[in-house]
Structure formats: structure tokens, C-alpha cells
T-cell receptor
Framework: AQTVTQSQPEMSVQEAETVTLSCTYD???????LFWYKQPPSRQMILVIR??????QNATENRFSVNFQKAAKSFSLKISDSQLGDTAMYFC??????????????FGKGTKLSVKP | KAGVTQTPRYLIKTRGQQVTLSCSPI?????VSWYQQTPGQGLQFLFE???????NKGNFPGRFSGRQFSNSRSEMNVSTLELGDSALYLC?????????????FGPGTRLTVL
């Protein structure tokens, strides 16, 4: 079974600084997808960034980038130039690439990020 | 394009009752997944529907069931409610059942069981 672990329950960062959120996962699959989702206090979950395991290049989306280490099963999220609107719960998630589990996102417990002015 | 909508947004029930939650996916999306979010267990997958068929089911008791209609709208039902069923229930839709497709989440239904 796949598991996702986020070891930092809470983090804080000053506005405009950079912060890195950690995520490790366990799987025997060779191909899969990894995601970071953001859930602001209003509760609407939105996708921040996605990484396909067979792609070695780290995904980036504007101020958000990942450090994907497949051998180490590590998938950290870096937020550059943090903004007050980045305050939210961040969830790391795993999904198998094929088989009968495409709709099944496996989430970590989340990291509560607070951006301070 | 309208996002994923869930109704009702808030619900209060008592133990032993049953409840039905509704999810309307983004227009054109045919896959709907349901998740339960609690402070203790976090986000857990309930089930996934595609083209009116349940493709996937999480590790929940049979009291939790769902269905999908021909217009892709989905409902989930919880019978014989227990206190531990109090949670935020999230619905997510995607274009198809492929892992590549992004899942778009609704605002959730907050269920409180007294």
C-alpha cells in the first residue's frame, strides 16, 4: 500500500521569503503522479503543482517548484517570494498512474503554512 | 465555466439517521471522486465513479455508498450515522478516469452528527 508522510505539521514564513515543505512517500510502483494541493481557510482545495514520476525534470509553476527525488521517494515543495495569500494547509498526494486506482488520491496529513507580514 | 458544486454545504443529523450528499461536477467532466476529511484521519478516499460505474472504493464500511447519474452528477449516502461520521465531505471531478487529469474539488459538505 502507498503512504504519504508530511513531517511538518506547521510552518511559518515571513512575507517575501522562501519556504520548503517536505513530503516523503512509499510505493512499489514505478510510475505514478505526485501532487501538492493547497486548502485555504475557505476550504476549497486547489492544485498547486503536479509531477509525473517518469519525468526527471522538476515541475515549476510560477513561484512554486518541487524537488523530486525518485530514489529517495521525496517530493518537497518550495514557495518563493511568499505572499499572504499562500497561507493555507498544503497537502502532498500520490496517485497511481494506471491500474484500478486512478481516481484515488492518497494524501499526507498536511502542513499548515502561515505567512506573516 | 462553473466549478464543482456540492449541496448542502452544512448538515446536522443525529445518530442513526441517514444522509445524502450531492455533487455536480464541472460541465464535461465524467469522473467524480469522494473524500472524507477529519482532523484525526485527514483526507481519505471514499469512492470514484466514472460513466455511472463505481471504479474504485476506499476502505469504508458498507454504510457508505454512492452513485452517479447519466449527467455525471453524483450522490453519496451514509446510513445509520455514527458520531465518527462527522467530517467534511469533499467531491472532486475530472475529465476522465485517467490519472493525468487534474481533479477539481468542490467546497465540501460539512456534516455534523449529534
Amino acid at each position: 500500500a502507498q503512504t504519504v508522510t508530511q513531517s511538518q505539521p506547521e510552518m511559518s514564513v515571513q512575507e517575501a521569503e522562501t519556504v520548503t515543505l517536505s513530503c516523503t512517500y512509499d510505493t512499489s510502483e514505478s510510475n505514478y503522479y505526485l501532487f501538492w494541493y493547497k486548502q485555504p481557510p475557505s476550504r476549497q482545495m486547489i492544485l498547486v503543482i503536479r509531477q509525473e514520476a517518469y519525468k526527471q525534470q522538476n515541475a515549476t509553476e510560477n513561484r512554486f517548484s518541487v524537488n523530486f527525488q525518485k530514489a529517495a521517494k521525496s517530493f518537497s515543495l518550495k514557495i518563493s517570494d511568499s505572499q499572504l495569500g499562500d497561507t493555507a494547509m498544503y497537502f502532498c498526494a500520490f496517485m497511481r498512474a494506471y491500474g484500478g486506482s486512478q481516481g484515488n488520491l492518497i494524501f499526507g496529513k498536511g502542513t499548515k503554512l502561515s505567512v506573516k507580514p | 465555466k462553473a466549478g464543482v458544486t456540492q449541496t448542502p454545504r452544512y448538515l446536522i443529523k443525529t445518530r442513526g439517521q441517514q444522509v445524502t450528499l450531492s455533487c455536480s461536477p464541472i460541465s464535461g467532466h465524467r469522473s467524480v471522486s469522494w473524500y472524507q476529511q477529519t482532523p484525526g484521519q485527514g483526507l481519505q478516499f471514499l469512492f470514484e465513479y466514472f460513466s455511472e460505474t463505481q471504479r474504485n472504493k476506499g476502505n469504508f464500511p458498507g454504510r457508505f455508498s454512492g452513485r452517479q447519474f447519466s449527467n455525471s452528477r453524483s450522490e453519496m449516502n451514509v446510513s445509520t450515522l455514527e458520531l465518527g461520521d462527522s467530517a467534511l465531505y469533499l467531491c472532486a471531478s475530472s475529465l476522465s478516469a485517467s490519472s493525468y487529469n487534474e481533479q477539481f474539488f468542490g467546497p465540501g459538505t460539512r456534516l455534523t452528527v449529534l
